[in-house]
């Protein structure tokens, strides 16, 4: 599906997400990973932006930063394309080092600072090959406990959520790491809406405000899956059963990735649980969204939207 332009603005908080071309290793020993480092603090030095957490692991990187005046898409291109000078020249490479695009994920900052920063530090112990958290030297983590980093992290801000003293607030802390360590991966976190928000309506549309973007398309209220789908069978005139079958029915393809595009907007639904509901495979629900995405039918869902709101 087409990519959604940045928005950017002063303030923005993201959860930066960049990996490695082909998932090949964008770091092989900790020489490459203490020059990434180093990138992130030079243009954190230059530019202002703040960082909040970070975690480097073998194909890929989390980061969690907070603009200033310097958008994200120059930050990150200054931090990618000097870290990808350097490794080229250091292995006698050549070409792209990184996967397309990165991953941006505006989000609500009262709703997911603490999570994600959590989230983003319990990473390595989420691995097949698992290490330990606790011990792992390339993230953040050391930072929130008062230890040496090379990158200057934003710990305040957290940490004063926990307690005004800060030895009772980095033990506070480490209970609330320890609570998530069952946690594994999280798809509430790339649950985004329009590609881009990771937050609720009341966000969306502060962004939008905020921003003065024009293409931030504001989120209808949820609904559940089996309120969405008896309306759209009624203004379809389908049975359910026709949309959630297995079989191709070509004829019902348009009304099916109606259903799809509008479960994954209006309901919050995973990809993986609307194949479970669909009898569908997650390549087939994301063709079906992508195709719907570029053929949107207005009409069908303005009359959706009436008839949810009665």
Same mark, same amino acid.
Not at 49 to 72: P, Q
Not at 267 to 277: F, M, N, V, Y
């Given at each position: ?8 603005? %002063? ?14 290793? &964008? ?8 020059? +990434?480092?180093?990138? &992130? ?8 932006? !703040? ?35 350097? @490794? ?16 941006? &994920? ?12 959590? +989230? &983003?530090?319990?990473?390595?112990? #989420?691995?097949?090959?698992?290490? %330990? ?39 506070? @802390?480490?209970?609330?790491?320890? %609570? ?8 509430? +976190? ?9 937050? %609720? ?34 203004? !379809? ?12 029915? #070509? ?28 009898? !569908? ?30």
């Amino acid at each position: 599906m087409a990519r959604k332009p940045r928005v950017e603005f %002063d303030g923005a908080l993201y959860h930066v997400i960049a990996r490695g071309n082909q998932r090949q290793r &964008i770091f092989h020993d900790d020489r490459d990973r203490s020059a +990434y480092l180093e990138r &992130i603090e030079h243009y954190r030095q230059r530019y202002g932006f !703040r960082l909040y957490a970070y975690v480097l692991m073998s194909n890929h990187v989390h980061l969690l930063l907070e603009t200033k005046k310097v958008g994200l898409s120059r930050i990150m291109q200054g931090i990618q394309a000097s870290y990808t000078q350097s @490794y080229n020249r250091r292995h006698r490479k050549a070409g792209h080092l990184f996967q397309g695009r990165y991953k941006a &994920i505006l989000c609500d900052r009262n709703a997911y600072l603490l999570e994600l920063v959590r +989230y &983003i530090h319990l990473n390595p112990g #989420r691995l097949r090959d698992p290490h %330990d958290p606790w011990r792992y030297r390339w993230s953040s983590h050391r930072a929130y406990l008062g230890k040496g980093s090379p990158v200057k992290v934003d710990t305040q801000e957290v940490l004063s959520q926990f307690g005004s003293r800060l030895g009772a607030a980095r033990r506070a @802390y480490l209970g609330f790491m320890k %609570d998530g360590m069952k946690q594994g991966h999280d798809e509430r +976190y790339y649950q985004t809406h329009d590609q881009r928000f990771l937050g %609720d309506e009341g966000f969306v549309k502060a962004v939008a405000r905020r921003s003065e973007a024009k293409e931030v398309e504001i989120p209808a209220k949820k609904v559940g899956f089996a309120r969405l789908l008896q309306a759209l069978c009624a203004v !379809r005139r389908v049975g359910s059963q026709v949309l959630l079958q297995p079989g191709r029915q #070509r004829q019902w393809v348009g009304a099916r990735a109606q259903l799809v595009y509008l479960a994954r907007e209006w309901c919050g639904l995973t990809t993986k649980e609307l194949g479970a509901r669909l009898h !569908r495979d997650a390549s087939m629900i994301s063709r079906l969204y992508g195709w719907y995405e570029g053929h949107r039918d207005k009409r069908t869902e303005e009359k959706l939207a009436g008839v949810l709101a009665k």
